[in-house]
């Protein structure tokens, strides 16, 4: 998620470096090979609104919204499985390349493996009584999640 004002931008070139820290992530899981090395060699900021064209950022929310779609996104994530989140991101990476026939196929394996665990079955039959999994309780933020509000909490005002 980014803030609508927020920029990016791979400027190590300038500096005589490559982004290798980034680039393998962003070549694997976000951008064609490309649009990834036009970034990199003109070394150009893009805005917010760009990185969500090129898929670098998911979502661009409002800057005076941004703390609460993170408190949305990070409850979500807090009220959900963490076995059923590890397994989500294992089974998109797995899917990547496939035709939907073996896509299929591998959802249908990682379901029956997943209802053999006990505790996948103690939450889908929390949910049948009408309660919530064990899980679901997690999340519990003790201050700003977003960067920007904990600058403005400890910068002085300005008036």
Known sequence: M????ASFELGEVIFGLIPANVLPYM???RMTPQKARYLVMSSRKISAS???HV??????A????????????????????PRALAAAKEFTAELA???????????QRKLLQ???????????????????????SRFRPQGPLSLSVRREEKEPSRE
């Open 2 to 5: 980014a803030g609508e004002h």
């Open 114 to 136: 997943m209802m053999r665990d006990p505790a996948t079955l103690d939450g889908v039959k929390a949910f049948q009584e009408g309660h919530m999994p064990a899980w679901f």
């Open 62 to 81: 409002p800057d005076r919204d941004i703390e609460r779609r993170a408190r949305e996104i990070f409850k979500r994530l807090l009220c959900s499985s």
């Open 55 to 60: 898929n670098l950022a998911d979502e661009v």
């Open 50 to 52: 760009e990185a969500l």
């Open 97 to 107: 390349g496939t035709t939907p026939e073996e896509g299929s196929a591998l959802a």
């Open 27 to 29: 070549l694997a899981q």
